[in-house]
Nanobody, 116 residues
Framework: QVQLAESGGGLVQAGGSLRLSCAAS????????MGWYRQAPGKQRELVAV???????NYADSVKGRFTISRDIAKNTVYLQMNSLKPEDAAVYYC??????????WGQGTQVTVSA
């Protein structure tokens, strides 16, 4: 079983920054996709950013230019740098990894709160 340990959430003022981290219990080269999703109250979970094993990235339109996903293979960790945060970015952020269609794992979630 893969364990994902998220950290870095918290309360920040609008315009501020946070960096989320997701440390995997196994070597991340096992995963062909790693990424972040978020879910705000009353809304569906949505993709924020993903990075492939080849290093290709994809972002939600709402975060392009403000968020950056990256990974540190040596540390088995994926990061989400969030800049210029807006109140609408407030949500629970979930780390996600996929090794195959039947081997997908989620973190427990970390709360991001953005005050206006």
């Amino acid at each position: 079983q893969v364990q994902l340990a998220e950290s870095g959430g918290g309360l920040v003022q609008a315009g501020g920054s946070l960096r989320l981290s997701c440390a995997a219990s196994v070597e991340i080269f096992n995963f062909n996709v790693m990424g972040w999703y978020r879910q705000a109250p009353g809304k569906q979970r949505e993709l924020v950013a993903v990075i492939s094993s080849g290093g290709n990235t994809n972002y939600a339109d709402s975060v392009k230019g403000r968020f950056t996903i990256s990974r540190d293979i040596a540390k088995n960790t994926v990061y989400l740098q969030m800049n210029s945060l807006k109140p609408e970015d407030a949500a629970v952020y979930y780390c996600y990894v996929r090794a195959s269609i039947v081997r997908q794992y989620w973190g427990q979630g970390t709360q991001v709160t953005v005050s206006a």
